[in-house]
């Protein structure tokens, strides 16, 4: 089980690290490129995460601020693989400063709209991440005609978000 653990994304802390010390990391996959899109595709099925962020702002007259985003999450030992799928769609890399992990960020709408967006819809997701972005589209549009900026759009932005990701049923 220890051994699973510590082949999994964020992999063992250092309290288990010290409690079994023989246990076999997952090995470092030296990946030089990024051959083929529909492996990207694959990757972000089981990795990525499209979601909606909705956060107070007083500057906004109807007080709330919409924003896509787009992540993948991954052990700092896929760093270079990250950096590979950073020069793939765009985006940038932070790396959590209390645990081993790097995300790749994308929140820039136009990145949104003109790289993202068209990417999936080339290169389509397999299995329920796929509906999530398919929601993830509608706010989009709606973002595009400024619907966000309206009480009622936030309102349907809130329904189809809370659809989505752990709250889809």
């Not at 288990?16 to 996959?29: A, D, G, V, Y």
Request: with cysteine.
């Amino acid at each position: 089980i220890v051994n699973i653990k510590a082949s999994m994304n964020l992999g063992l802390s250092e309290y288990l690290k010290s409690e079994f010390l023989n246990f076999r990391e997952r090995p470092i996959i030296k990946t030089e490129s990024i051959s083929d899109s529909n492996w990207v595709a694959g990757f972000v099925s089981g990795e990525g995460n499209f979601d909606v962020r909705i956060t107070e702002q007083k500057s906004n007259k109807i007080g709330s601020r919409v924003q896509l985003r787009f992540r993948v999450n991954q052990h700092i030992r896929d760093i270079k693989l990250m950096e590979l799928l950073v020069l793939y769609l765009g985006g940038n890399l932070y790396k959590y400063p209390d645990n081993n992990a790097v995300v790749l960020t994308i929140v820039n709408f136009s990145d949104i709209i003109n790289k993202i967006i068209p990417y999936f819809e080339k290169n389509p997701i397999i299995g329920v991440k796929q509906l999530d972005f398919n929601d993830w589209c509608v706010i989009a549009e709606l973002m595009k005609k400024g619907s966000h900026l309206t009480v009622e759009g936030l309102k349907l932005i809130r329904e189809i978000k809370c659809g989505m990701n752990t709250g889809r049923k």
